[in-house]
């Protein structure tokens, strides 16, 4: 593999060799309502991977059309990944290999069965009523982004199920920019990886990847918002559980004996913050403390949380204030105990992409040159790619124009996918150019 090393003063070069690269809105729309009828929900419950058997649906579909692109190294792994190269054309011989990465899976927060994919061509700014539920209705005062596509089309679904534009619109576009590449031999590239990653949206998207087949030094995941936002700082995340043991005796001869564990878990929940240190209340770089599930009888409950933040301290200054919270309450049940364990699950990208600044400055110039102006922004959440990039594939991610995601209300604009898919392939012409 080839690498770079780091330079805090990298600069972009002149614009001189910008070539004019335009892609279809209607073909990468057309991509998308194909993929998105199409049920691939994860579940956050489940114990095999991935988590369901119907994600594999839609790789086995995307593995067919990478194969009819004429893509012949294609495939899917006994896990649901899929994994492909195009192959590089350019005489340069120390040209790093890029991956463009994109989750199959949709979340668990609304249904993504039967998705019934609706086209609105030429949006005109009015309210649109979904036809299958009247009570949903997108509109621009409650989704101002709208306002930039008068005139262009939009996707949405019926009303009963999200859309699944997270993150099928990054599939779309990175399928329609491949096609591109495949199609315009004279476009010089690199190694240029694709890979499609399931149960991204139950935290588990680089569970069971192959770093040394995928093979790739640098990579970017589509999975983000608005037209031309790049993310290269993600929150760091852990999850939390608190163990609650009760005193359990027979509820007939109970007095001044029982200590019942699900009310103390209550207790600890109605003790949490009201005005701060939840999802509800925080903004931009605040970090937080959410409960997401409670479980157990009288005897023995948990309660599961997860904590956020932008840094390791304001994580672990999180975790310390929950805990000594959860001790004050069960100290008040003589008899009860409890116990606190945390468990990492992705941090900061940041922390790694800082030691190789021409990633993120080369999505920047990429986007640029598709004719977008950059948005630099953080995650208050996390991708795929925060993973990789303390794997070994520096990774950050690049818009597709998703909107409103997990609800009845997502949205799509055709021409922020299409010029995903453009951002992509200048990507692709950048590291070779500048290698």
């Not at 989704?143 to 199920?161: D, E, R």
């Not at 520096?394 to 951002?423: R, Y």
Request: some cysteine; aromatic content about 8%.
């Amino acid at each position: 593999m080839c690498t770079f090393g780091s330079d805090k003063n990298f600069l972009f070069s002149d614009q001189k060799s910008i070539s004019m690269i335009e892609i279809s809105s209607h073909n990468v729309a057309e991509r998308l309502m194909r993929y998105v009828q199409i049920d691939t929900q994860s579940d956050p419950l489940g114990n095999n991977f991935p988590t369901t058997e119907k994600q594999k649906d839609l790789s086995k579909l995307l593995l067919n059309e990478l194969v009819e692109m004429g893509i012949s190294n294609a495939e899917m792994d006994a896990y649901g990944y899929v994994y492909a190269t195009i192959p590089s054309n350019s005489k340069k011989i120390t040209i790093p290999t890029i991956c463009f990465c994109s989750h199959v899976d949709t979340a668990p927060d609304c249904s993504g069965t039967d998705v019934k994919p609706i086209y609105h061509q030429n949006y005109d700014g009015k309210d649109i009523v979904l036809p299958d539920d009247k009570d949903q209705v997108l509109s621009i005062k409650h989704s101002p982004y709208l306002q930039q596509h008068l005139g262009h089309s939009i996707i949405t679904a019926s009303g009963l199920t999200l859309l699944g534009a997270d993150d099928k619109s990054g599939v779309a576009a990175i399928m329609e920019a491949a096609n591109f590449l495949m199609q315009h031999p004279s476009i010089a590239h690199g190694d240029i990886k694709i890979l499609f990653t399931p149960d991204e949206e139950v935290g588990k998207g680089t569970a069971q990847v192959d770093m040394k087949k995928l093979g790739a030094d640098f990579g970017y995941t589509l999975d983000g918002g608005e037209a031309g936002s790049l993310e290269d700082e993600t929150f760091s995340a852990d999850s939390a559980t608190i163990t609650i043991e009760g005193v359990i005796v027979h509820p007939g001869y109970a007095k001044d004996k029982l200590v019942n564990a699900l009310k103390i878990a209550g207790a600890v929940l109605e003790a949490l913050p009201k005005t701060e240190w939840s999802p509800e209340t925080t903004k931009e770089r605040e970090g937080f403390v959410h409960p997401v599930a409670v479980n157990g009888i009288a005897e023995k409950a948990n309660i599961q949380f997860i904590v956020r933040d932008f840094n390791l301290v304001g994580l672990q200054e999180h975790h310390k204030k929950l805990k000594e919270l959860a001790e004050n309450v069960v100290n008040q049940f003589p008899g009860a105990t409890m116990e606190y364990e945390a468990q990492e699950q992705y941090r900061n990208m940041k922390e790694v992409l800082d030691k190789y600044p021409q990633v993120t400055a080369f999505a920047a110039e990429a986007i640029q040159r598709s004719g977008l102006v950059v948005k630099k922004e953080s995650i208050r959440g996390g991708t795929d790619g925060s993973r990789f990039s303390y794997i070994g594939m520096p990774c950050p991610n690049i818009f597709t124009g998703m909107q409103n995601i997990h609800s009845k209300l997502e949205w799509v604009g055709a021409k922020d996918m299409a010029k995903a898919a453009e951002t992509i392939i200048h990507l692709c012409m950048i590291w070779e150019e500048k290698s």
